[in-house]
């Protein structure tokens, strides 16, 4: 079955219906298939690249307590009330938070939070400069774009069939496919200690649960045409998403590439163009979405 099978009326199988999301993600995920990530994968961009990259996805990484807090919520709203199915997202909540926090924990590991300052504390990002451009909201327009659009997805959401589709079916399980590429690309390429990347395997294992919950909702759940189109839907907003982030690798690809000298300090800034069409692209946005 495909997925334009679900468009034009056809209720699948609640097993059909989860291949079918696994299909757009292995074949529509930025992750997967964008020239970027594959030379990260491959070892081919210079760490002051990998440094920009790790700034703008710490705006999404950031928000990972609050938009899974979120599903917990939306989960007893959309009238599903089973503790069991609640204690799960509970548990993705405490592995965000950190394992290491809560006794009887499968792994005493700490949150994703810190082990994304740890990795970039590694390549030369300190935390308090993370935190301050989290504070500030420091990031190029695409990632301010992207964290809104996370939010939206996270606290307004009329399903948490719809929430978990965007979010734990698409990029929890596309962490799940990635995450030893990027950790054996930093060991083997980039020179860094396992403990420093921590954060990468853990994410693969940890979204592996995430994801889990996901796909066992969809599968429990929807039952209906109606949902099964509102979850397909909801899971291509999600990759949708996973491609907007990846416009700021344009950005970094135009502007910050050719600034960058091979020792990875600045050439010069940005040219007065390119400045400019930052600037009026993050006005014009600031204004949509206020």
């Known amino acids: 079955m495909s997925a334009e099978a679900v468009l034009s009326g056809k209720t699948l199988s609640t097993r ?44 999404i990484f950031a928000y990972n ?37 809560f006794e009887g924990s499968p792994r005493p590991v700490l949150g994703h939070r810190a082990l994304f300052l740890r990795f970039g504390e590694s390549i030369g ?3 308090k400069e993370l935190e301050r451009c989290e504070t500030e909201e420091d990031f190029l327009p695409t990632t301010v774009l992207a964290r809104v659009g996370w939010l939206d997805i996270a606290l307004r959401s ?15 399980f596309s962490n799940q496919l990635t995450g030893g590429k990027f950790f054996r690309a930093f060991r083997d390429h980039y020179g860094l200690k396992p403990h420093d990347i921590e954060f990468f395997a853990e994410h693969g294992e940890a979204d592996t649960e995430h994801s889990n919950i996901g796909y066992e909702l969809v599968e429990q759940f929807a039952t209906t045409n ?31 590439l050719p600034t960058i000298s091979k020792n990875g300090s600045r050439k010069t800034s940005l040219t007065s163009t390119r400045l400019l069409e930052r600037i009026s692209f993050l006005f014009i946005t600031r204004i949509f979405l206020s």
């Not at 992750?31 to 920009?52: S, T, W």
């Not at 709203?77 to 909540?93: M, R, T």
């Not at 009329?158 to 929890?172: D, G, K």
Request: charged share 25%; aromatic share 8%.
């Open 16 to 59: 059909e219906l989860c291949d079918v999301l696994v299909d757009e993600v292995k074949n529509g995920h930025a992750r997967l298939h964008h020239p970027f990530y594959l030379d990260l994968y491959d070892g081919k961009l210079p760490l002051a690249a990998i440094r920009v990259w790790a700034k703008e996805a710490w705006g």
């Open 65 to 101: 307590v609050a938009i899974n807090t979120a599903k917990l919520v939306r989960c007893q709203l959309s009238g599903i009330h089973d503790p069991e199915i609640h204690k799960k997202f509970v548990d993705i909540i405490h592995s965000e938070v950190g394992y290491k926090y």
């Open 125 to 127: 990002i300190p935390a």
């Open 158 to 172: 009329n399903h948490i069939l719809e929430q978990v589709a965007s979010t734990n079916c698409c990029n929890e």
């Open 226 to 256: 109606e949902l099964q189109i509102r979850v397909l839907k909801a899971l291509r907003k999600g990759l949708a998403r996973s491609r907007q982030r990846m416009r700021e690798e344009g950005v970094i690809w135009t502007c910050y």
